[in-house]
């Protein structure tokens, strides 16, 4: 785990009428629209994962029953669901204290801040994190740091196989979305839940330190998986 000091971030969001795919839900693409809000937040120490969740470990945790996986690709088609749900299971397994409460309505699945097990990193934890104490899009030039339409072949890549960013942490932008913590708008769209960073399957523009979509906490697809934190060790 990769420590990370407290500090400030500025968020920015995105609105606008563009269909992601073919569902019914919009996306955010900064620098094509015009409408946006920021916001600041303060981000207390904690502890984040160098790399995004791999199959292997995955499965390990989870008692899934299937071929023994031996590479480090990232986990994919995984729910924001699944993703508590592991967090959950690992803290077990570690004898450290749950921090989710899960409820059937995943919006009121609540957080237990005092516990000690691991978690998803928040939305602003993760754009905190992702850059770094850097001021741009993105922490170096996206050939050197992330997987995206251009240089990924069409597929999902190993671990950790490109530059980490100055805090010593891999794949935060490309290669595989991650899903946060924090419900997008609850006014606007009930329980959706916030993910980060672009993908293997997304264009250069799609793929920064804050870029942002939000989905159904069930929804899975081939490039989108997660991250986890600690608030101490």
């Known amino acids: 785990m990769v420590?990370?000091?407290g500090g400030t971030i500025e968020l920015r969001d995105y609105f606008n009428k563009d269909k992601w795919f073919s569902s019914d839900y919009t996306l955010s693409n900064p620098g094509r629209v015009k409408n946006s809000v920021t916001w600041t937040e303060t981000i207390e120490p904690f502890y984040v994962m160098k790399y995004p969740i791999t199959k292997q470990l995955y499965h390990l945790i989870m008692h899934e029953e299937e071929e023994i996986i031996l590479n480090d690709l990232p986990m994919t088609d995984v729910s924001w669901i699944d993703s508590i749900h592991f967090c959950n299971e690992l803290s077990r397994v570690l004898g450290?204290?749950?921090?989710?409460?899960?409820?059937n309505e995943s919006e009121k699945t609540r957080y237990n801040k005092t516990a000690n097990g691991f978690r998803l990193l928040t939305d602003a934890?993760?754009?905190?994190a992702c850059k770094a104490g850097t001021t741009g899009y993105r922490y170096a030039k996206i050939d050197q740091?992330?997987?995206y339409q251009k240089n990924s072949h069409g597929a999902v890549h190993p671990v950790g196989q490109l530059l980490p960013n100055p805090w010593g942490i891999f794949d935060m932008i490309g290669n595989v979305w991650e899903w946060c913590w924090d419900l997008y708008d609850t006014e606007r769209y009930g329980n959706y839940r916030v993910f980060r960073g672009g993908s293997w399957a997304e264009v250069e523009n799609n793929c920064g330190s804050t870029s942002r979509r939000k989905s159904m906490p069930d929804f899975k697809i081939d490039d989108?998986?997660?991250r986890i934190a600690l608030t101490k060790l």
Do not use: H, M, S
């Open 125 to 128: 934890e993760w754009q905190y």
């Open 224 to 226: 989108l998986g997660f």
């Open 96 to 103: 450290r204290t749950e921090c989710y409460a899960i409820t």
């Open 3 to 5: 420590p990370v000091n």
């Open 145 to 147: 740091i992330a997987w």
